[in-house]
């Protein structure tokens, strides 16, 4: 079954890397693209307005915490999430696998599912791919994850394997269950950085025919050049036509990297909860843990070339006064600023990308980290 009201199209290439279009019911999404994440259909200290004025395209939403709070049929009964949560832009929900194989003390392992204990109480579910897509078609998403067993990079190979084999098996039924026309279906290779079980999940995963690919199990533990060298394989093993999804990656150098090797959409919390932590993102890599004292008396702001309302209105010394105070405000303009950084790295790539400068701008974004000054600061 086809979504209706869908359509990907790569528009440039530069090397490996893309730049696209995705039209959804809900609206255009230019690609590369960085997706916020808002776990319980909300995106931590922000308001969807602001989202809008930070130009963010996509938001995500989690199955596993949804299904149990505040349930899929009061999500259904206020017309799906986009009216739910006041976002009318695209939004996409995982299944809901990561975080029941994250319960690795309580799950228990089934060809049907998996049984688990609940985060919120304790009681015992089971989770099914049938399951995962009747809760997310109640959720009404744009875009669905089929659900997938993850297991880590860093896995025995037994396991991995066994991942693979249950991620296709999963996926098969995650494809019969699903109903929604008006839903992009989206499947997932498996495979922890083992080239020949990779090559096996992206062979069964794509025969089946999905309208998008996400790459599972990476950035989880392994080291990095052996998640770049997946990342790689992936660009020559997926589909060119069909859209590209790198599941959980949120700093800046990583973002570059994967671009680089053809991944068109990413997510990650880390922009927001580092926000919460006292953290700021700079858009060369570096980090700015504003309760170093050195902060207390700087005028200046967190990145002297951004354009967030933080940046434009608020001294670091401010900030770090909120931080230290443990002001809200201060969790929420932390929040604004990192996930600016990541939206607007993404927006700038796309474009480097369609003039044919992605390699020059990735080089200006590592140069500006070497140059010294405030654009060099790392948390201490």
Not at 49 to 72: D, I, K, S, W
Not at 225 to 233: G, I, K, N, Q, S
Request: hydrophobic letters at 40%.
């Amino acid at each position: 079954m086809r979504a209706d009201g869908f359509a990907f199209t790569v528009e440039a290439r530069d090397g490996a890397a893309r730049a696209g279009r995705l039209v959804t019911p809900h609206g255009v999404v230019e690609t590369p693209c960085f997706m916020p994440v808002g776990t319980k259909a909300s995106v931590k200290a922000v308001e969807p307005r602001e989202l809008r004025e930070l130009e963010a395209q996509v938001v995500l939403a989690n199955t596993y915490h949804l299904y149990f709070r505040p349930g899929a049929a009061v999500v259904a009964a206020h017309g799906g999430l986009h009216r739910f949560m006041g976002w009318d832009g695209p939004v996409l929900t995982d299944s809901g696998g990561f975080q029941v194989f994250s319960l690795e003390g309580t799950r228990v392992l089934r060809d049907d599912g998996v049984e688990f204990s609940s985060v919120y109480d304790g009681s015992r579910h089971v989770f099914t791919p049938e399951l995962a897509m009747r809760t997310q078609e109640d959720l009404g998403a744009d875009l669905v994850m089929a659900f997938d067993q993850c297991a880590p990079g860093t896995s025995p190979r037994p396991e991995l394997e066994a991942a693979v084999e249950r991620t296709t098996l999963w996926a098969a039924a995650c494809r019969r269950a699903h109903t929604r026309r008006d839903q992009l279906l989206v499947g997932i290779v498996q495979g922890g950085t083992d080239e020949r079980l990779r090559r096996r999940s992206a062979a069964e995963i794509t025969d089946m025919g999905f309208d998008a690919y996400a790459i599972g199990g990476l950035s989880v533990g392994e080291r990095g050049d052996e998640m770049l060298a997946t990342v790689e394989l992936m660009d020559e093993l997926l589909p060119a036509g069909r859209l590209r999804y790198f599941m959980g990656i949120g700093d800046p150098r990583g973002i570059l990297d994967v671009i680089a090797r053809g991944v068109d959409v990413f997510d990650c919390v880390l922009p927001t909860r580092m926000a919460r932590t006292g953290t700021a993102l700079l858009r060369d890599g570096g980090r700015l843990n504003l309760r170093n004292a050195r902060f207390a008396a700087d005028l200046g702001p967190l990145e002297d070339d951004c354009d967030c309302y933080a940046c434009r209105t608020f001294t670091r010394s401010y900030l770090r006064h909120l931080v230290t105070q443990r002001e809200m405000l201060g969790a929420q303009l932390l929040s604004l600023h990192n996930l600016r950084v990541l939206l607007r790295l993404a927006g700038d790539a796309r474009r480097a990308i369609r003039a044919g400068r992605f390699a020059e701008f990735v080089s200006h974004v590592a140069e500006q980290g070497s140059a010294g000054g405030r654009a060099a600061c790392r948390a201490e």
